[in-house]
């Protein structure tokens, strides 16, 4: 019976549902052949079909299970009607199987904010950098990331016509995180992600202090952390004020839980209560090891050019 559950850990298990379901929504409307992109901001802040109908299967699922809840979705959408296809309802009960961490085990629904990035990556998902793109549904208490959900539609599309497509992946702080192999770089190696489309001089210069042995440059927070968890980077660095909470607030979480660490460039932890400014101005500095180096190269000119 759901009533034997914690709100946290249904809420886990449902966004796990619901996250799959937006994976298959954005491979629809690329087989589909119709991105429909609009340009938001800038020729690099864009938005497609894929984001509006994802963001609008998650936030109206959620909201459906979890009518006290606060959601804050990237996309600024109007509100309207949701057709009935977009909804998921279900929930992953392999996470209903795990316990929740007592220091969550009495939390109210009302007392949760979700953070959500529908798709995580847009501009190298209109590119057709498939493996970049992520969903994510990250939840904060306290202004704390608390858990989260990442999908990545494309894991696994470059291995073959009859490859199974998409993976899940979650965590919840002080129980783990799960769905993926963890690995390190190799010790001494030093391989730093960072942005691909939003790059500038504070970026590069902050990149340039890492002393890296190689620079992978890649779309969407999600990926990025991903890497960290999977051995393909030790550091993810960008001094640069473009990203928003609903990027770092659930690949945070999976980081964290792991024994990562996720900061702006000062070293400041970052908050997720519903008042905050939705931008993280002073960059982000994440690493699964060795946080202390990387913290320790930031240059003070980056610092003084990012104010918190």
């Known amino acids: 019976m759901a009533s034997s559950h914690t709100v946290l850990m249904r809420l886990v ?10 994976g298959v929504i954005v ?9 429909g992109i609009v340009e938001k901001t800038s020729a690099t802040d864009l938005q497609t079909k894929a984001d509006r109908l994802a963001q609008m299967s998650i936030c109206s699922s959620l909201a459906r ?19 009935q296809e977009l909804i998921e309802d279900g929930q992953w009960d392999e996470i209903l199987k795990q316990p929740c961490p007592s220091q969550y085990s009495a939390i109210k629904e009302e007392d949760l904010v979700v953070w959500v990035d529908p798709l995580d990556g847009t501009k190298e998902y209109t590119e057709g950098l498939l493996d970049n793109v992520t969903v994510l549904i ?12 990442i999908n990545q539609p494309y894991y696994n599309y470059q291995a073959g016509p009859d490859a ?14 799960f769905g993926f192999q963890l690995k390190e770089v190799p010790v001494g190696k030093h391989i730093v992600t960072t942005t691909r489309s939003h790059s500038n001089k504070l970026v590069t210069d902050c990149v340039t202090a890492m002393n890296p042995d190689d620079v992978l440059r890649v779309g969407g927070a999600g990926n990025k952390i991903i890497q ?30 792991v024994g990562g660490k996720l900061t702006d460039i000062h070293g400041n932890d970052l908050h997720y209560n519903k008042e905050v400014k939705h931008m993280n101005s002073a960059g982000v500095l ?23």
């Open 13 to 22: 298990a449902s966004a796990y549902s619901i996250a799959q379901k937006a």
């Open 27 to 35: 491979r629809r409307v690329i087989a589909e052949g119709d991105l």
């Open 65 to 83: 299970k979890f009518p006290k809840l606060t959601i804050i979705g990237e996309e600024d959408l109007p509100a309207e009607d949701v057709d």
């Open 138 to 149: 990250g939840i904060a208490y306290e202004g704390k990331a608390i858990a989260g959900v």
């Open 164 to 177: 199974v497509l998409g993976r899940t992946i979650w965590g919840v702080l002080g129980l783990g995180a």
């Open 228 to 257: 960290l968890i999977e051995g393909k980077a030790s550091a993810y660095v960008f001094a640069s004020p473009g990203c928003k909470k609903w990027d770092t607030c659930a690949p945070e979480v999976i980081l964290h839980a």
């Open 286 to 308: 994440a690493t699964l090891r060795n946080y202390d180096y990387y913290a320790s190269r930031v240059p003070e000119s980056v610092k003084k050019a990012l104010v918190p």
